[in-house]
């Protein structure tokens, strides 16, 4: 018996084995799609395939190499989210004392920022009269380290605070031939100009913004304004109908919290339409979580050092949105890396938090197939352009992939044409 079981055993290990494993012919279909003679040699390619149900490897190329990851940086915001966030934003700090209230920010990033769930600023104020805000806990600057210095003007590019408004943007609206901005008091900081420009534009030393009325397109819906105290407690002092004001103190070791807002839909913002300013807000959150200070580099080394010290390759991992040249990940941790978030949470959420070739959010216009097959989160930035997620193959499983690019010449639309051939062809396969 002892021996019939060892063998069944033996069967079943070997019979496994076979299953993660590629057919030679598919092993070689994969080598002439991204090896040598390829598209995908004539710059640093990498790729791995991994089976997570037998948690084997089925076939990978450089995968040891670091790439500049772009927006997959995100997959590490995500998981720093879920690990110390729970369920909800982390909103305020605050003492009382009397009719005044003093009020420090924890990075919440929702407060009149497109759709979301709305913190009652309001009624929590309803009963103080006097309202203090510092932001003496925020130690990361308005910028992540290497950042362009010409993204200040994009809406990806908005500035970093511990309590923002409006998203640190205005948002612009086209009426007639001329630019309607909101909040409505930037409005007498629009000006005209003969420069050739498309798009309203802010000046880079100060909050004033130009257009051009023979070229105005508005296709920029969103640009991001110079934060500082005084702006933010006159926006917030309109917000609430309370008069605010700015008195840097440093946050008392006894204080109470306010959290606010469903986490849930931030995250999911952020995956599917690869908001940067969400996924810094968010790594603001989760250093006040753990250390009542809004870091990133410090809440970004606790986490290297803690829940992912197993990655296989220690990433350089410098901000939240993946911005940063500086960010370099192999395409090993990233699989290792979702591989973690897919053990986590429910397959329902994940999907819901993964854009849908074809259908949703940076995938909406690509990979598309009459069945999606595609479910993975894109990074792109001059010269580098990566994906990662879930591949549906043929027979119904799902089997995670990193694929990623860097330091190639190309549009990256062109990247994308040929990685999507790539993709196809191992949907068909497997």
Known sequence: MRKISTLVLLTFLFSSTLFAQLTRDQHLRLESALGEGSFFNGHLSGFMLYDLDSQAVLYEKNSHQHFVPASTTKFFTLFSSLIVLNDSTQTLRYVTEGNTIKIWGSGDPSWKYKKFFQPDFRKFLESYDQVIFSDENIMSPAFGYGWQWDDYYFNYSAERTSLPIYGNMVQVKKIGNTPTVFPPSFQESVFPTNRTIRELERDFHSNKFYYNSNNFRAKEEFIPFITSPELFIQLASDATGKTWTYQPDSLPTVHQEWRAA????ILKEMMLES?????????????????QRLDTERAIEYMLKTYLYDLPDKPQWVDGSGLSRHDLITPRTMVALFEKIYRMIPDQQLFELLPTGGRS???QNSYKAEQPYIFAKTGTMSNNHSLVGLIKGKSGKYYCFAFMNSNFPWKASEVRREMEKVMVMLRDMI
Do not use: H, I, K, Y
């Open 361 to 363: 959010g940076t995938l």
């Open 275 to 291: 908001d940067n300013f969400l996924a810094e807000q968010l790594m603001l959150m989760v250093s006040d979580r753990l250390f």
């Open 262 to 265: 469903p986490l849930f839909p």
